[in-house]
């Protein structure tokens, strides 16, 4: 068992809002979104980094947020799901889902429209390859991948031709 | 009513986006462990290291001095509060002691021996490494059949672990070994334990709330009707104490059926923490050691009959399942495999011998395909294997023996009827999408130059809407028949149509397709129809049936939701005719200027003055009409008998949906790596309500199938260490892993559905039948048989290292008769 350890102060923005927390130096990135700020879009799937349901951005990057402690994330900037869409409207991503059948139990998709997100704010006209090996860390159990991968086409197309701005 | 045919299909069939994904896509899914309720409490287990072990001592006192801990449970302490859980099986497996924390001994690694509740989930972690356990080590058994051999004993009490025994035999089967001209003998094959590991792992949210003294639960078990008849009986409590609630579930398929053990020490726990709400959310490790696994069967010395046609005339073969440590929800699956007892094909003669045995790994449950894909990967063995002994291409050797179109309905040796079907036109499908002839061509040319190509094919079989009758075949003494679901459709005050169904669903779009049916039948839009899925017994629309498994929504569900909305729109009729002064059968039904209503004489009422009518303006109806409620339950019985459970005979299941699959597949020759080249799945689940959700469900039947095949497999060492206790080293298939599926399918509507629709969803595990084949067909030259499910580059390497040492010699017998 640990001993009692001081909390750590650290200050990020999630979604844009700035938030000042104290963190338990064990406490997972994870449990802070999900736990201390209510932010349950965000899931826990294998607790070691293989599944993805826990993607978040944090700076533009996404990582595991099972896999990051809270402190660590000090001075970030972190995009969960539920910071994807603008006052209302969906993102182009979270449209493409929706359209394409690229969800079921919709356990995985936050992760996957993160990773998405990821992939195609770095490359306009990915390739079947680039697709496939952007969600190479997010398990999906339900869609065989199929209709999650042709969701990402259609993302990639409906962001290309907004020419990046939300449609 | 003046509704033409083509309005009254407006919506079903088409593809309707889905309701649910508004909140999925946003982050505002509701799945279990999402809730929060005031003085939560968080709930941890303790588990056995050893496969097998006597429980020496518990020592909890430095856990329970912890700060913030609220109180732990043993099993000593839960059996002298409660019944153990009630068996499924007749004696020796109804002599069994089955308790959700182990008693007096562990029996699989990974087996719960305490509980520890705190404060936050974090100090529950801290208390649980404190409760010290003293083991005596005792001798684990791991393999079925050697504990066939009773010298190790999981169950004392049982006195054995074989825990049932049956003979399936119809026709005459030794008359046709007489009259055959092949006879091929198989002496060992094996299909493999996975599990198709939801990527929510199992949570609960219980509270024994000592107010009202009743049992609350918000989870994500996906047979919650089931788990509270075992549940009630487990703690001694009306049924009608007990209320579950699901919301969104993040995958089941079959696996979160099991989770009642797990709801029941959350129940005491919250009693012992004087009615505060205590949540458990597995780990996945946890999820991987201890919740479910799919059932791991050997088949032994199986000979086949054929006549010189290489028609199979019989077949004789001994069947030994592995559940694992507990039976559970088992042994149901020794006779839920027989849905499918003569797969695709017409033969009318066989002898299944079939045992189950209990073994220290973690228990089965239902899990995608659940104990029939086994049979059917067993059926496509003997099918590839006899063709290659009499040299007839495998195509052939299917059409030889596929039951013929025109033989539906089909009934089959055991008594189940096979509703509809065509799959000869399967097969053609699936031949002109992969390119049959071309890719014959190339493999050809590539066997010329020393690659290994094979083309596969599998053909299986989904069988959806149990009748549970096939029970009493394991234990003529259980109490279960036929089948049914319940929903309820109502007219809401201000003129909302809202419908409630029994079910669980997770993520197979059950909001969706109810709307359509219901859209359907009163001719408004689905977006003016609200659905409540997920379950909640306090809606009371239930039935002891209610929940999501066993491929029946299409059938079951759909069925009653029809039927409770023709329910409304009767009543509906009748009052509108009432109020336009009409007759009921000049009542029209449509949408006019101010939303949904029924049109008669040149007037119009809408759904808010219908309702309006009822709920809160009732002096204005005269007393006949008195009897209308706008508020209609209906509940959908499957048309099943009382199966003979001596024969063994008798229709099990409703509709019979079918999938052919191909795969072209090269093994790499360095590094025995199966690479699949082309993939198609031709799905025939008769009329389909919503294409795209139908794609959705055999994309994932497939992935899971592909996976199962060539990267999932749960490994326990020789004293029953789980190997594969993280998705790290189960390796579930990822999008790298996945080849392009081509879809394909033919409609053959089934009679038993309002709709003709079939169930459809689990697939029938078709690729891990296709990729046997097609890896068979790549190595049949090299002389090895597949005789594994399971064929990632390592069991590919041994088989060719044990053909090369003689071990695969003899495991393929053919006897060719004067």
Redesign the interface.
């Known amino acids: ?2 001993e009692a350890v001081a909390k750590i102060g650290i200050k990020i923005i999630v979604n844009g809002k700035t938030c000042s927390l104290s963190v ?1 130096p ?2 997972l990135l994870v449990e802070l979104l ?1 736990e201390t700020l209510d ?10 980094s ?2 993805g ?1 826990c993607t978040v951005l944090l700076n533009g990057k996404a990582v595991k947020s099972c896999t990051v402690f809270a402190f660590q994330a000090d001075g970030g900037e972190i995009t ?3 910071g ?2 603008k006052s209302g409207n ?1 993102h182009p991503i ?1 449209k493409a ?3 394409a ?1 690229g ?8 992760g996957l ?1 993160l990773s998405t997100f990821q992939l195609l704010s770095k490359t306009k006209d990915p390739t079947e390859k680039d ?3 952007a ?15 042709k969701a990402m086409t259609f993302a990639a197309k409906a962001m290309k031709e907004s020419n990046g701005h939300q449609v | 009513m003046i509704m033409s045919e083509t309005q009254k299909q407006k919506w079903v069939g088409k593809a309707v986006p889905r309701k649910e994904e508004n909140r999925l896509l946003r982050g505002r899914g509701k799945f279990a462990d999402d809730l929060k309720l005031r003085e939560m409490v968080y709930l941890r287990f303790v588990r056995s290291p050893y496969a097998h072990a006597k429980i020496v001592n518990i020592h909890t006192s430095a856990a329970e001095a912890l700060p913030g801990v609220v109180a732990v449970l043993t099993g000593a302490e839960i059996a002298s509060q409660t019944q153990p859980f009630i068996e499924i099986g007749p004696d020796p497996c109804a002599k069994i002691k089955d308790y959700p924390l182990a008693v007096s001994k562990v029996r699989y690694q990974g087996e719960p021996v305490a509980a520890v509740v705190a404060e936050s989930a974090a100090l529950a972690d801290d208390a649980a490494e404190l409760v010290q356990v003293d083991y005596e080590a005792l001798d684990p058994v791991v393999d079925a059949e050697d504990a066939l051999t009773d010298k190790s004993i999981l169950h004392e009490e049982a006195g054995t672990n074989r825990i049932w025994n049956g003979v399936f035999e119809y026709g005459d089967v030794e008359q046709a070994f007489k009259n055959a001209a092949y006879v091929v003998q198989i002496k060992k094959m094996h299909f493999h334990r996975f599990s198709s590991t939801p990527l929510e792992t199992n949570v609960v949210l219980a509270q024994w709330d000592n107010k009202d003294d009743r049992i609350y639960y918000w989870c994500n078990n996906s047979f919650p009707s089931f788990a509270i008849q075992f549940l009630a009986a487990h703690l001694g409590v009306h049924i009608d104490r007990i209320r579950v609630e699901t919301s969104d579930i993040g995958g089941s398929f079959g696996i979160k059926i099991t989770s009642y053990p797990q709801m029941a020490v959350c129940a005491l726990a919250s009693k012992k923490a004087a009615g505060r709400p205590v949540k458990w959310v597995e780990t996945r490790s946890e999820h991987m050691t201890s919740s479910a696994h799919g059932n791991e069967r050997t088949f032994r010395d199986t000979r086949v009959a054929l006549d010189k046609n290489g028609v199979i005339t019989a077949i004789a073969s001994r069947h030994i399942d592995d559940c694992g440590a507990y039976p559970r929800y088992e042994p149901l699956g020794c006779v839920i495999w027989s849905q499918v007892f003569a797969g695709v094909y017409r033969f009318k003669n066989a002898r299944i011998d079939f045992t189950q045995a209990a073994t220290n790994k973690c228990p089965v449950g239902p899990n995608r395909g659940y104990s029939r894909m086994q049979h059917l990967w067993f059926l496509e063995r003997v099918v590839d294997i006899c063709a290659h002994e009499l040299k007839i291409p495998a195509d052939e050797m299917r059409l030889r023996n596929y039951v013929r179109p025109e033989e539906f309905p089909y009934t089959t040796p055991n008594g189940c009827v096979y509703d509809s079907g065509n799959y000869p036109k399967m097969l053609e499908v699936a031949k002109k999408l992969i390119g049959w002839d071309d890719w014959k061509k190339k493999q050809e040319k590539a066997r010329a130059e020393g690659r290994l190509i094979g083309i596969g094919i599998g053909t299986t079989l989904d069988s959806g809407t149990n009748n549970f009758g096939q029970s009493q075949i394991v234990n003529p003494g259980a109490p279960f028949s036929g089948n049914s679901q319940g929903a309820n459709c109502k007219l809401d005050i201000y003129g909302e149509v809202v419908v409630a169904v029994g079910s669980c669903p997770q993520g197979q779009g059950h909001e969706t397709t109810a709307a359509q049916v219901v859209a359907d039948v009163l001719n408004i839009s689905p977006d003016l129809i609200t659905v409540r899925t997920g379950f909640d017994t306090e809606r009371n629309v239930h039935t002891g049936f209610s929940g999501t498994y066993a491929s029946q929504f299409a059938v079951s569900g759909l069925s009653a939701v029809h039927g409770a909305a023709q329910k409304l729109k009767k009543e509906m009729s009748r009052l509108a005719a009432f109020t336009l002064e009409s007759k009921e059968d000049d009542v029209e039904f449509g949408v006019g200027q101010q939303g949904p209503e029924l049109r008669a004489n040149g007037k119009s009422i809408n759904y808010w003055a219908l309702a309006n009518i009822v709920n809160v303006n009732s002096a204005v109806l005269p007393t006949e009409l008195h009897e209308i409620t706008l508020n209609c339950r209906y509940v959908w019985r499957a048309p099943f008998k009382v199966p003979d459970k001596q024969r063994k005979y008798g229709n099990l299941t409703l509709t019979y949906a079918s999938q052919l699959h191909m795969a072209v597949i090269e093994v790499e020759l360095d590094t025995f790596i199966p690479r699949i080249l082309d993939y198609v799945a031709v799905d025939d689940c008769g009329t389909v309500i919503n294409p795209p959700i139908v794609e959705g469900q055999v994309y994932g039947a497939t992935a899971h199938g592909i996976g199962a095949a060539l990267m999932e497999t749960c490994v326990y060492d020789a004293v029953g260490n789980m190997l594969t206790s993280t998705f790290s080293d189960y390796t579930p298939i990822t999008a790298v892993n996945m080849p392009k599926v081509k879809y394909g399918h033919i409609e053959t509507p089934s009679p038993h559905s309002y709709s003709g629709a079939k169930g459809m969803g689990e697939g029938g595990a078709a690729p891990i039948h296709t990729i046997s084949a097609a890896l068979q067909d790549a190595l049949f030259d090299q002389g090895i048989f597949i005789e594994d499910s399971f064929n990632n580059a390592d069991a590919i390497f041994r088989a060719v290292v044990g053909r090369e040492h003689g071990q695969a010699a003899n495991l393929v017998k053919l006897e060719k008769r004067a």
């Open positions: 068992m640990p338990e064990r406490q999900r932010l349950t879009g965000t899931h826990v799937g294998c607790d070691t293989y599944c349901a969960t799901v539920e994807v869409e969906l979270q889902f929706g359209e059948y969800l079921q139990c919709g356990y995985c998709t936050p429209m697709l496939r090996k969600i190479a860390g997010n398990t999906c159990r339900c869609t065989g991948y199929q209709n999650v991968l």
